[in-house]
C-alpha cells in the first residue's frame, strides 16, 4: 500500500511526538 | 515569479500530492525537465534508493534554511556589538532570499532537485508538530470564525476570477483551475481538480504559475500592509491565511510578521485546506455535466476523504494531546521547536522552487487575470477581517 505526502508528513511527526516523549530527543535548540 | 514547472510538465503521470522520492520512475528519461524547465535531460540516479536520492537536495534545503538563521542572529549580533539599529530581518525571508539567489544565479543541482521537492513533506510535518501549541478549544473557535471567512472567502475568489476570466476571454478549465486555486490552497488545489475536471497540462501550469507568482510577491506585500494597519496578530494571521494562496508561502508570510501571526496563518490556511474537497467536487460535477456525462462523480463520500488533506487530522489529534495535558512544558517546546526546523526547510524550499525567468513563458493574460483577482480578493478578505476581529477580542 502506498502512503501519500499527506499520510507520511503525518507518520513522521507521530515519529517525532514518540521520540520527545520517550525522551529519546530531548532539548530541540532553536 | 514562478515556481519551477518540474511538477506540472510531470502531472498526467504522477499523484503530485505523493513526494517525488515516493514516486515511481515516470516516462522516458529524455522527456523528463529539470526544476528550471530548461527541458534539459536530468541525469537520473538509476539504481539509487528514494531516500538516498533525496539526500543531498534535503541537504541544501538545510543549509539555505540555516544561512538565513545565522544571517538573522550575525546581523543582530553585530547591531548590537556597534550599538547600531539595524532592522530585524527574520530568518524567512533571508532563507526565501538565500534560495531565490541559488536558483536565479547558479541554478539548483540536478542531484539536489528530488530533496528540494521535499519541502512540501516538511511544510506538513511542520503544521502537524504546531497542533501542540494549539489547545483543542481554541482550534474550534479560530476555526469556527476561520470557516465563516472561509465560506465567505471562498464565494467572492470564485465569483471575481470567474468574471475576471471571462472578461479576458480564457479558456474555461482555466478559468476554473484560477478559481480553485485562488479559492482554496493553490497548488494543491490545482493539482487535485485537473484531474477531475480532465483539464490541460497548459492550463495547470498557467494556473499554477500565476497563484506562485502572486504567492511570492505577497511574502513582501502583506506584511507591509499588516504594519500599515496595525493589525494584530491574530488578524493578519487570519488575513493571510484566507488571502494567500499557496500554504508554504501563507505560512512563511505569517511567520515574517510574527511568530504568533504565523501561527493563526497556519490556523486559517488549514481550515482553507480542509474544504478542499467539496469545491473540486462541486468543479467536477459541474464540468461533468458541460460534458454531459451524467455523473462524473461515483461515490461522493470516497471523491471527499480522498481529497481531503489528511495531516489536518495530524494536527487535530496532536492538538487533543497538547490540550490532555499529555506533554510537558519541555515536551511542548521541543515539538514546537521540532516544528520551526521543519518550517526553515519549507522557507528554503519556496526560494529554490520560484524563477523569475519562467515568468515569460507563462503568457501575460492568465497572470493579468491572476493579480487584479488576488487584488480583489486581498481587499475583501482584509475588510471581512478587519470585521472580524472583535471575535479576538
Known amino acids: 500500500m502506498r502512503l501519500s505526502l499527506d499520510w507520511w508528513a503525518v507518520v513522521a511527526a507521530g515519529l517525532a511526538v514518540v521520540l520527545v516523549k520517550s525522551g529519546i530527543v530531548s532539548r530541540i535548540p532553536w | 515569479m514562478v515556481t519551477q514547472m518540474s511538477t506540472v510538465t510531470t502531472l498526467p503521470v504522477i499523484d503530485a500530492r505523493r513526494p517525488s522520492t515516493l514516486r515511481e520512475p515516470q516516462g522516458r528519461p529524455e522527456h523528463r525537465r529539470g526544476a528550471t524547465g530548461s527541458g534539459r535531460p536530468q541525469p537520473v540516479e538509476r539504481g539509487a534508493p528514494p531516500w538516498v536520492q533525496i539526500v543531498p537536495g534535503t541537504i541544501l534545503l538545510a543549509a539555505v534554511g540555516f544561512a538565513g538563521k545565522i544571517a538573522e542572529q550575525s546581523i543582530g549580533a553585530y547591531g548590537r556589538a556597534h550599538?547600531?539599529?539595524?532592522?530585524?530581518?527574520?530568518?524567512?525571508?533571508?532563507?526565501?532570499?538565500?534560495?531565490?539567489?541559488?536558483?536565479?544565479?547558479?541554478?539548483?543541482?540536478?542531484?539536489?532537485?528530488?530533496?528540494?521537492?521535499?519541502?512540501?513533506?516538511?511544510?506538513?510535518?511542520?503544521?502537524?508538530?504546531?497542533?501542540?501549541?494549539?489547545?483543542?478549544?481554541?482550534?474550534?473557535?479560530?476555526?469556527?470564525?476561520?470557516?465563516?471567512?472561509?465560506?465567505?472567502?471562498?464565494?467572492?475568489?470564485?465569483?471575481?476570477?470567474?468574471?475576471?476570466?471571462?472578461?479576458?476571454?480564457?479558456?474555461?478549465?482555466?478559468?476554473?483551475?484560477?478559481?480553485?486555486?485562488?479559492?482554496?490552497?493553490?497548488?494543491?488545489?490545482?493539482?487535485?481538480?485537473?484531474?477531475?475536471?480532465?483539464?490541460?497540462?497548459?492550463?495547470?501550469?498557467?494556473?499554477?504559475?500565476?497563484?506562485?507568482?502572486?504567492?511570492?510577491?505577497?511574502?513582501?506585500?502583506?506584511?507591509?500592509?499588516?504594519?500599515?494597519?496595525?493589525?494584530?496578530?491574530?488578524?493578519?494571521?487570519?488575513?493571510?491565511?484566507?488571502?494567500?494562496?499557496?500554504?508554504?508561502?501563507?505560512?512563511?508570510?505569517?511567520?515574517?510578521?510574527?511568530?504568533?501571526?504565523?501561527?493563526?496563518?497556519?490556523?486559517?490556511?488549514?481550515?482553507?485546506?480542509?474544504?478542499?474537497?467539496?469545491?473540486?467536487?462541486?468543479?467536477?460535477?459541474?464540468?461533468?455535466?458541460?460534458?454531459?456525462?451524467?455523473?462524473?462523480?461515483?461515490?461522493?463520500?470516497?471523491?471527499?476523504?480522498?481529497?481531503?488533506?489528511?495531516?489536518?487530522?495530524?494536527?487535530?489529534?496532536?492538538?487533543?494531546?497538547?490540550?490532555?495535558?499529555?506533554?510537558?512544558?519541555?515536551e511542548v517546546a521541543d515539538l514546537a521547536n521540532l516544528s520551526r526546523w521543519a518550517f526553515l526547510l519549507t522557507f528554503a524550499g519556496v526560494g529554490l522552487r520560484t524563477n523569475v525567468s519562467e515568468l515569460a513563458r507563462q503568457g501575460w493574460r492568465p497572470l493579468i487575470v491572476g493579480v487584479v483577482g488576488e487584488c480583489v480578493i486581498a481587499v475583501i478578505t482584509l475588510v471581512m477581517v478587519l470585521a472580524a476581529a472583535r471575535a479576538f477580542s
Open chain 2, 83 to 330: 550599538q547600531l539599529t539595524l532592522p530585524n530581518i527574520e530568518y524567512v525571508l533571508w532563507a526565501i532570499v538565500f534560495g531565490l539567489i541559488v536558483s536565479n544565479t547558479v541554478g539548483v543541482p540536478a542531484v539536489c532537485r528530488k530533496g528540494v521537492d521535499t519541502y512540501e513533506f516538511w511544510l506538513k510535518v511542520g503544521i502537524v508538530l504546531l497542533g501542540v501549541r494549539f489547545l483543542l478549544g481554541d482550534v474550534v473557535k479560530l476555526g469556527t470564525v476561520s470557516l465563516v471567512c472561509v465560506a465567505l472567502e471562498l464565494a467572492v475568489a470564485i465569483l471575481v476570477m470567474t468574471a475576471l476570466g471571462r472578461a479576458f476571454r480564457l479558456p474555461p478549465k482555466l478559468i476554473s483551475l484560477l478559481s480553485i486555486g485562488s479559492s482554496i490552497c493553490g497548488v494543491s488545489a490545482i493539482i487535485a481538480a485537473k484531474g477531475a475536471i480532465e483539464a490541460d497540462d497548459e492550463d495547470a501550469s498557467y494556473a499554477i504559475a500565476a497563484i506562485l507568482a502572486l504567492g511570492a510577491v505577497s511574502l513582501f506585500v502583506f506584511p507591509v500592509i499588516g504594519h500599515a494597519f496595525a493589525m494584530s496578530d491574530q488578524a493578519y494571521g487570519l488575513w493571510v491565511g484566507l488571502a494567500v494562496d499557496n500554504t508554504a508561502e501563507a505560512t512563511a508570510a505569517g511567520a515574517l510578521f510574527s511568530d504568533t501571526a504565523g501561527r493563526f496563518a497556519v490556523l486559517a490556511k488549514t481550515t482553507r485546506n480542509a474544504t478542499i474537497g467539496f469545491v473540486v467536487l462541486g468543479y467536477a460535477l459541474h464540468w461533468a455535466r458541460v460534458r454531459a456525462r451524467g455523473a462524473g462523480v461515483g461515490n461522493k463520500a470516497a471523491f471527499l476523504w480522498e481529497k481531503f488533506p489528511k495531516f489536518v487530522l495530524g494536527f487535530v489529534i496532536v492538538s487533543a494531546l497538547a490540550t490532555a495535558g499529555l506533554f510537558t512544558r519541555g
